[in-house]
């Protein structure tokens, strides 16, 4: 009776944390070896906003790709002007993006360019995301930079103006992705010199929870310079499959279920690591009513179909559990 107590009282404790399943924290930062395969293509409109959305981007192709790595600071060998700096970003060209990554948010701290021997270096960081960020999270950051270009003095000030618009489901080339947080950013900033350069970029960002990278981004970029302006537009998607979908951050396996409740067939969504998944079915008493294996599958995002028809309506526990014993839950109901 005291382990089932025990479990019941677990239970309900895990029962308001799943209604934010669509919440980006830190856990969705980039860490030290990440690294990700990106395709670029042709632009298309971001589509709505506001919940319950589905996005329709399956029709995307990929013109060329890039592979986006992370490392420590340390490693690059330009560290030293960025001391607040967690990890550095490099697209293999031999430039490097510093940030910070913390518990409020996501801060670019500045840039490296090897090939000009420059130094970048935010004196006020800017927040490219704010943590937590779920939907309607919103905010507003200054930043600025004071650098030397060829020679030139180069004075940077403006803000970025952030906000989680949209929630619901993307479908991309690969198939469909649930449970997507959707983040806008508009950043307006001005590069004073000899002459000014000013910036307005409004990009679209597509998150699933529990993967460190963007499932998508979509750039709308605008340049002006004496009083013309020059725009660019075009997506960056990231690439499913091995070394694309990163193993999912901290001790959880992270995953969906869904239609939730269900009456005959529920359909779990989640992200490969690599090795053989336990799925269990619990039912309030604690008792396994279902059990199965899911062998080994490469690093991606998958579907699993979960037959419930014969099962008596009912709150149940979905869990998964992989091979050294990380575990993930969510809760479902069956009509």
């Given at each position: 009776?005291?382990?089932?107590?025990?479990?019941?009282?677990?239970?309900?404790?895990l029962l308001?944390?799943l209604?934010?399943?669509?919440?980006?924290?830190?856990?969705?930062?980039p860490i030290?070896?990440?690294?990700?395969?990106?395709?670029y293509?042709?632009?298309?409109?971001?589509?709505p906003?506001?919940?319950?959305?589905?996005?329709?981007?399956?029709?995307?192709?990929?013109?060329s790709?890039r592979t986006?790595?992370?490392?420590?600071?340390a490693?690059?060998g330009?560290?030293?002007?960025?001391?607040?700096?967690?990890?550095a970003?490099?697209?293999?060209?031999?430039?490097?993006?510093?940030?910070?990554?913390?518990?409020?948010?996501?801060?670019?701290?500045?840039?490296?360019?090897?090939?000009?021997?420059?130094?970048?270096?935010?004196q006020d960081?800017?927040?490219?995301?704010?943590?937590?960020?779920?939907?309607?999270?919103?905010?507003?950051?200054?930043?600025?930079?004071?650098?030397?270009?060829?020679?030139?003095?180069?004075?940077r000030?403006?803000?970025?103006?952030g906000?989680?618009?949209?929630?619901?489901?993307?479908?991309?080339p690969?198939?469909?992705?649930n449970?997507?947080?959707?983040i806008?950013?508009?950043?307006?900033?001005?590069?004073?010199?000899i002459?000014?350069?000013?910036?307005?970029?409004t990009?679209?960002f597509?998150?699933?929870?529990?993967?460190?990278?963007?499932?998508?981004?979509?750039?709308d970029?605008?340049?002006?310079?004496?009083?013309n302006?020059?725009?660019?537009q075009?997506i960056i998607?990231?690439?499913?499959?091995?070394?694309?979908?990163?193993?999912?951050?901290?001790?959880n396996v992270?995953?969906?279920?869904?239609?939730?409740?269900?009456?005959?067939?529920?359909?779990?969504?989640?992200g490969s690591?690599?090795?053989?998944?336990?799925?269990?079915?619990?039912?309030?008493?604690g008792?396994?009513v279902?059990?199965?294996?899911i062998g080994?599958?490469?690093?991606?995002?998958y579907?699993?179909?979960?037959?419930v028809?014969?099962?008596?309506?009912?709150?149940y526990?979905?869990r998964?559990?992989?091979?050294?014993?990380?575990?993930?839950?969510?809760?479902?109901?069956?009509q």
């Amino acid at each position: 009776m005291m382990k089932r107590y025990t479990f019941l009282a677990s239970f309900a404790f895990l029962l308001p944390t799943l209604g934010v399943a669509q919440t980006i924290t830190d856990n969705e930062s980039p860490i030290d070896g990440d690294s990700f395969i990106d395709n670029y293509a042709a632009y298309m409109a971001p589509g709505p906003g506001g919940s319950g959305q589905t996005w329709d981007f399956s029709m995307l192709t990929s013109d060329s790709t890039r592979t986006v790595s992370f490392q420590t600071p340390a490693s690059t060998g330009y560290d030293s002007g960025f001391p607040n700096a967690t990890i550095a970003e490099t697209t293999g060209v031999g430039d490097y993006t510093f940030f910070e990554s913390s518990s409020a948010g996501y801060d670019l701290q500045g840039v490296y360019l090897t090939s000009l021997m420059q130094e970048i270096v935010y004196q006020d960081p800017e927040r490219v995301l704010a943590f937590p960020c779920m939907l309607n999270t919103n905010w507003t950051d200054d930043f600025s930079s004071s650098f030397t270009s060829v020679g030139f003095p180069v004075t940077r000030t403006g803000s970025v103006t952030g906000m989680a618009d949209g929630s619901g489901t993307l479908i991309m080339p690969y198939g469909t992705v649930n449970n997507v947080l959707r983040i806008m950013t508009n950043e307006v900033y001005t590069d004073a010199t000899i002459v000014n350069i000013n910036y307005d970029f409004t990009t679209y960002f597509y998150y699933k929870p529990g993967v460190r990278h963007p499932l998508m981004m979509v750039f709308d970029q605008s340049i002006t310079t004496f009083g013309n302006t020059t725009t660019n537009q075009f997506i960056i998607w990231m690439q499913q499959g091995p070394q694309s979908v990163a193993e999912l951050t901290g001790n959880n396996v992270h995953f969906d279920v869904f239609p939730n409740p269900a009456t005959d067939v529920a359909t779990v969504e989640y992200g490969s690591v690599g090795e053989a998944l336990d799925l269990e079915l619990i039912d309030l008493a604690g008792r396994v009513v279902h059990q199965e294996r899911i062998g080994i599958l490469p690093l991606g995002m998958y579907r699993h179909e979960l037959d419930v028809q014969e099962l008596p309506a009912g709150v149940y526990q979905v869990r998964m559990t992989t091979a050294n014993g990380d575990q993930g839950v969510r809760r479902l109901v069956v009509q």
